[in-house]
């Protein structure tokens, strides 16, 4: 016969920090299946490798993902999340309504760090932008 001994929560800490990991961990799975997403609809997926494209004609596939789920799909491999945009008006109008957002570079701290912030190259977009290029037109001679 199988003897337990006596286990007072209180002196235990190594049960009682198991059972909070625990329950911490099913609270996030659970409200990660519950939560709703703010990306486009999806296709069926596999639950860990994601979406299964065929390595011949896989753009078939997602034409027709494109002309099941709309103009904008989610698809996912592994842990990388993508979002395809298959329609050019789709393209067209996320361009305009979010221009701000995808008209700048990434910041780039290598870059700053070796011109000193005055490469235009790798300038964010903005009023020092604007001053750079405008110092630009005024001292080049044409």
Known sequence: MLYL????????????LGATACVWAIAIIIGACLRKSRLPPSPPTWRLWGH??????????????????????????GIQTTVIIGRHQAAVDIMEKQSKILADRPHLPAGEILTRGLDIGLANAGDRFRRMQQFIRISSPN
């Open 5 to 16: 001994p006596d286990l007072r929560i209180s002196d235990n800490r190594q049960l009682v």
């Open 52 to 77: 299964f494209l065929p390595p011949l004609n896989a753009s078939l596939t997602v034409a027709r993902w494109i002309d099941e789920y709309g103009p904008l799909v989610t698809i996912r491999s």
